[in-house]
């Protein structure tokens, strides 16, 4: 076995950006997932059914590391059409399937791991993906500042659950917490809110992991488009912790947060 990387591809410019930083690596698209595979990879189709067959692919075109990258929906899995490998892992699968996130991705992380394969984080494999300690943008007021604490403190409280990456606060006042429908529904959600739910401030949204979830499987992610809908829900900026969040196009987002008058404020200390 060499020490060849497969990228396990969801929705999303991460999987591209990885496989732009590793040519040689193997690229696997989910049955089901739209995914457009890059040009000049060697490319697997897969079946959350049929994991016995992914593994076989994967040990047979030299597969040692295997990073996950790009947004993916929970399955639904048909025991019917399960391989042989698939359904001796089922009771596992199905013991954590009504869990938070982080239990079911580390039981994957689990599995390939058991299969002889090292699980990766994204940050392993392409460089430049999070960014340091900065504030672009607007200065953020002593409201804004305390939105965002109280959205750190709000996420914290959250962390025994599994549950939540994101919240949003405006004027002390939690208008949304990020559940698993995701960033872009709590954004969409806020910005129907009644403007008055804000008392008076424009509000902040925090994104960062839940402390202890495994990074290697899920990495929070914004981008353009989380610029774009913070400024559509009218809230004044977005809280990241430093080297915590991945920010894809960064100069795009640099450009946006400027045209929306909005502040990144990059925490390199976080409450």
Not at 41 to 53: F, Q
Not at 157 to 162: G, I, M, Q, R, S
Not at 191 to 202: D, Q, V
Request: proline share 5%; glycine share 10%; with cysteine.
């Amino acid at each position: 076995m060499t020490d060849r990387l497969a990228i396990i591809a969801g929705t999303g410019d991460l999987p591209h950006r990885i496989a732009a930083s590793n040519p040689g690596a193997l690229f696997v698209t989910i049955k089901g997932v739209e995914v457009a595979a890059p040009d000049g990879h060697e490319l697997v189709e897969a079946s959350y059914e049929k994991l016995g067959a992914l593994f076989k692919s994967m040990r047979g075109a030299g597969v040692a590391r295997v990073v996950f990258a790009g947004k993916v929906d929970r399955p639904k899995l048909n025991p019917l059409r399960m391989d042989r490998v698939t359904l001796g892992l089922f009771p596992r699968v199905k013991a954590v399937l009504g869990k938070g996130d982080d239990a079911l991705l580390r039981l994957v992380a689990e599995v390939f791991e058991e299969q002889g394969f090292q699980v990766v984080a994204a940050t392993d494999v392409a460089q430049g993906l999070s960014l340091d300690a900065t504030v672009i943008g607007r200065t953020p007021s002593d409201q804004d500042r305390r939105d965002a604490d109280r959205a750190w403190s709000i996420l914290n409280t959250l962390v025994p659950e599994d549950l939540a990456q994101g919240a949003v606060v405006a004027g002390g006042q939690c208008l949304g917490i990020e559940t698993i429908q995701g960033t872009d529904a709590l954004l969409r959600f806020v910005s129907e809110s009644p403007e008055h739910l804000k008392l008076g401030a424009r509000g902040v949204f925090v994104k960062r992991s839940k402390p202890g979830q495994d990074q290697r499987m899920d990495i929070p992610t914004i981008g353009p488009a989380t610029v774009e809908a913070v400024a559509k829900a009218g809230l004044g900026g977005i809280v990241i912790p430093a080297g915590d969040v991945i920010v894809m196009e960064q100069d795009e987002v640099v450009r946006l947060i400027e045209e929306h008058d909005l502040f990144l404020d990059v925490r390199g200390a976080t409450p």
